[in-house]
Every structure is written in C-alpha cells, then in structure tokens.
C-alpha cells in the first residue's frame, strides 16, 4: 500500500473530513497513476475520489473497538523515528 496513506482509525481527535478526503486523493493517484490527471480524465479522477472518500467515512464510522484512542503526537514520533531508522541504515 502506498505509505502515504496513513491509518485513519481509532485517533484522538477523530479524523477530520479533510484527512479522509487527503487520503482518498492519494489512493486514487496511486491506482491511477496520475498525480494529476489531463481534462479529459479529470471528472472520473474527482468522481473516484467523492467516493473513496464517501467509503472510506461510512467505512471509519462503523468500525467500532475497544482499545483506547491513539495520540496523533505519539504516532507521529513513532513514525519519524522509523523513518531514521529505515533510512540510516
């Protein structure tokens, strides 16, 4: 999966509009290969998008768990820390 798109679940905050809809870009650019599509594409990249992202709301609202919410500040650090560590080595 692309490592741009980041778990969007279980987060406090809850994930906002605008993250869902940043993710659902990035899946839609991957699959398509676009990263920006011409005008002759440009309708069905953004109608593919309007529905990841429609999905993907109704997906992270009915996903239900019992472990307690996540840090967003906890989560990024731990990312940034793989992140050195990936590419030290």
Do not use: H, W
């Amino acid at each position: 999966m692309c490592r741009n798109i980041k778990m969007l679940f279980n987060f406090d905050p809850p994930v906002t509009d605008d993250e869902i809809r940043a993710a659902s870009l990035q899946y839609v650019r991957k699959i398509s290969g676009f990263s920006k599509p011409s005008k002759a594409n440009e309708g069905a990249f953004l109608a593919a998008v309007d529905e990841v992202a429609g999905i993907s709301t109704r997906l992270l609202r009915s996903l239900e768990t019992n472990a307690p919410p996540k840090s967003r500040e906890e989560e990024a650090a731990k990312a940034k820390a793989r992140g050195a560590e990936r590419f030290r080595a």
